[in-house]
């Protein structure tokens, strides 16, 4: 079965149609990239999976390991196992990393059923987590993406999802205000995450985040649909000829 | 629908089932005739077999009173009070006055148990340790509507030489004391709401420490409104001498009534050389209904006095209840070198006003005083924090620090900041920070996408935007807090 299945989706925000029969199937293991010019929807995409207020879905199916998607509440979508690493990460004045990684991760295994991680388990966990992202401890006590640097903001999203442990990760430019370095170090985090039962999809303007998480499939989005869908290949096709041609593909 | 949308929707159907301590004790009561006049001044004085000049102050009180306005320049809308269809005085019939724990009425003894305040004095609660928590032995003055009940742990502070007790048994016991310092911080003549309070205050706690004596246990007082249409008028009196240190905490809840009850306090403290007072406020009148309807009108008037060198004077305040608060918890800082300081969390939801701060006074040299306001404000309810810091000509070296935030949950309600700051001494410094943010759509979308519920996402905001206030509270109330600040938020959101 597959693992995220959108069939012909529609979804519109303040009036106005931004998808507009978007089909798109990840099975359990493989990475699809999603390229795509500017305004062409693939925020949009992210925030109606993950269930955002304002995003209403006019028409259409998303189910996530066969369980209809579109019914649920966020929390309870990020409890089934789908994660967002936003374009634009949240500030949340007063509010230590830490303690809202703990929250968020009890909070998560409660609803999974599982039982909370105790406060030394917690700590090593992530510690572990940072430390391959190159996160520094003083980072975790500093409030939620507070003063954060791009890079940071990104690299934090990436310790979120390493420790929320989804099913389906989905990747909002998260190479976006990234140095050479700091790519490397997220790509490689994405990378040891990898496995045969979790799905990803990452949304990326630039070939070089996939010459390290090499996608099985490439789709080009435009116009709130998938109009192309290739191998790996194709995104160099993009680097090399840019989006002519798909603007009015749609 | 956009989730602060919902956070409007859901806070409107807020219904009193959610304060949970609107239940009222069907008990016989004795009143004084409504209204008032001079014959009900006399009418609690003789009640309380007070001697005559504690009748003659009131009386002086009250002649005073009737020549004063009530004050307009809060930024709180009520509908005017009729001071002549309230009752003034209420005492539950079975006793006068405080007694030991066994005579006390069952039913009321039932009422503080189901607010869940400890009146048996029992050890349990003795060097029992969790979760980081040391519970120490808390002496409680239960005041239900104009009377004490009752005060515990009254034998084990007098081998401390603390006095503990209700203010009426204090005029009668300790006159010396009493003639001395009540009035002395907050003149009879103060405010139209003070003014009203000393002529017809009922009850309400005392406390002395004398020099050098550290109070053994944390003191509180646990006020309870439950006759209807009565006002409620308590006088506290905290007198902390040389070198002394108390840590005070009061607590109050009130039935849920569609009417407005009036609530007038008048709390004195007095630091004299070294001394230290810690006075805390977990507030949490009945705030009235869905609609507005009912709640507390609180108009407490909350003064410290750092009369001596070297003393401070602490308020710690949580408001999240009353329709109505008018409350400014003060600090004159007369003494050399004495400290001032108010943390306070004032919560408002649904169509709760606060108007709430403190002033600071610097009058002694080298004084400083700290301020950390957090204001919350949902639903469709105003906060407004106002503040006044002044340092008088001589007060040399004065110092303060002011920060106040205010934090928006939803976009009907609003949040206020009114400082005033004066400083006539060239060498005071002082120091103001103020922030406004909003739980936003997005903040919550965020939180909820890592698996919080918007009450977890909510409460996890609010928490780590109080937190530097709620520390400074005592331990063992410090979880009670946290609780109560859920609770009051409890449908702030969709
Ligand atoms: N809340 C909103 N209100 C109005 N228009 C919106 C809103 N959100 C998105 N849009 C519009 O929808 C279209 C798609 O936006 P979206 O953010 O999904 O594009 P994108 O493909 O992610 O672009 P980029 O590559 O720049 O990140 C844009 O035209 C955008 O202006
Ligand atoms: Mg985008």
């Known amino acids: ?250 | 629908m956009p989730a602060v949308q919902e956070t409007v929707e859901r806070v409107k159907s807020i219904d009193v089932d959610q304060y949970k301590y609107g239940f009222e004790t069907k008990i016989e009561v004795e009143k004084a005739p409504k209204g008032l006049d001079e014959s009900t001044v006399r009418f609690i004085s003789a009640k309380k077999n007070e001697p005559e000049w504690m009748l003659e102050w009131r009386l002086e009180a009250f002649r005073r009173w009737k020549t004063m306005q009530e004050p307009e320049w809060a930024r709180v809308h009520y509908q005017k009070i009729d001071y002549q269809d309230l009752y003034y005085y209420a005492a539950p019939k079975k006793q006068a006055g405080p007694k030991s724990l066994d005579e006390l009425d069952p039913e009321i003894l039932e009422t503080y148990k189901k607010l869940g305040i400890p009146l048996q004095e029992q050890e349990i609660l003795a060097g029992v340790a969790e979760e980081n928590r040391v519970y120490s032995k808390v002496a409680v003055d239960a005041v239900f509507d104009s009377v004490s009940v009752v005060t515990t742990f009254k034998e084990e502070l007098k081998k401390a030489g603390v006095l503990f007790m209700s203010i009426s048994e204090a005029i009668r016991e300790h006159p010396e004391l009493v003639k001395k310092y009540l009035g002395s911080v907050v003149p009879v003549t103060d405010n139209f709401f003070a003014t009203l309070n000393s002529a017809v205050f009922s009850d309400g706690s005392f406390v002395y420490v004398p020099k050098g004596v550290r109070c053994p246990m944390e003191l509180s007082t646990y006020f309870r409104i439950n006759e209807k249409q009565t006002g409620q008028f308590e006088r506290t009196l905290i007198i902390a001498d040389e070198g002394a240190y108390v840590s005070y905490l009061e607590g109050c809840t009130a039935p849920s009534r569609d009417e407005n009850q009036l609530h007038a306090a008048v709390v004195e403290l007095v630091a004299l050389d070294n001394a230290e007072i810690k006075y805390s406020t977990v507030q949490n009148w009945y705030p009235g209904d869905a609609q507005g309807k009912g709640g507390v009108y609180n108009f407490v008037t909350k003064r410290g006095d750092c009369r001596g060198n070297g003393s401070k004077i602490s308020w710690t305040q949580v408001e999240t209840g009353s329709a109505i608060t008018w409350k400014y918890p003060s600090c004159i800082l007369r003494g050399d070198n004495s400290q001032g300081e108010f943390y306070s969390i004032a919560i408002s939801n649904g169509h709760q006003q606060v108007d709430s701060g403190t002033k600071m006074i610097h009058l002694g040299k080298n004084t400083s005083s700290r301020i950390i306001s957090k204001g919350i404000a949902a639903g469709v309810s105003q906060n407004t924090y106002r503040g006044q810091v002044s340092a008088h000509r001589k007060a040399t070296n004065a110092r303060n620090f002011t920060n106040c935030d205010s934090l928006l949950i939803g976009d009907k309600c609003g949040a206020h900041t009114t400082p005033y700051i004066e400083a006539k001494s060239s060498s005071a410094v002082f120091e103001h920070e103020a922030t406004t943010s909003k739980i936003s759509d997005d903040m919550l979308f965020y939180c909820r996408q890592r698996g919080l519920s918007a009450e977890e996402a909510v409460a996890l905001v609010v928490n780590g935007f109080v937190k530097d206030v709620l520390q400074h509270l005592p331990m063992e109330f410090a979880v009670e807090a946290q609780k109560l600040i859920a609770i009051s938020l409890e449908g702030s959101v969709g």
């Open chain 1, 1 to 250: 079965m597959a693992l995220l299945e959108v069939k012909d989706l529609h979804a519109r925000v303040e009036e106005k149609e931004i998808l507009r029969g978007l089909n798109l199937t990840i099975n359990p293991g493989e990475v699809h990239a999603i390229m795509g010019p500017n305004g062409s929807g693939k925020s949009t995409l992210s925030y109606v999976l993950a269930g955002k207020d304002d995003y209403e879905v006019t028409g259409g199916s998303a189910t996530l390991d066969g369980e209809d998607l579109l019914e649920l509440e966020p929390d309870e979508r990020a409890a089934k196992g789908l994660f967002l690493a936003f374009q634009y990460p949240i500030e949340i004045p007063g509010v230590a990393s830490m303690t809202f990684l703990r929250t968020a991760v009890n909070s998560v295994r409660k609803k999974r059923g599982e039982e909370e991680l105790s406060t030394p388990d917690f700590l090593r966990l992530v510690r572990e987590r940072a430390k391959e992202l190159n996160i520094k401890d003083d980072m975790l006590k500093r409030p939620v993406n507070v003063g954060f640097s791009g890079g940071e903001k990104k690299r934090n999203e990436i310790l979120q999802m390493a420790l929320l442990e989804p099913k389906m990760c989905v990747l909002d430019e998260t190479d976006s205000g990234l140095d050479i370095d700091a790519l490397k170090i997220v790509a490689d985090g994405v990378n040891r995450l990898r496995a045969k039962n979790r799905g990803f999809l990452v949304i990326t303007h630039y070939q070089r985040l996939l010459d390290h998480i090499v996608p099985d499939v490439v789709h080009v989005m435009a116009r709130g649909k998938i109009v192309r869908t290739g191998g790996p290949e194709l995104a160099h096709e993009l680097e090399a000829k840019g989006y002519a041609g798909y603007e009015n593909a749609a």
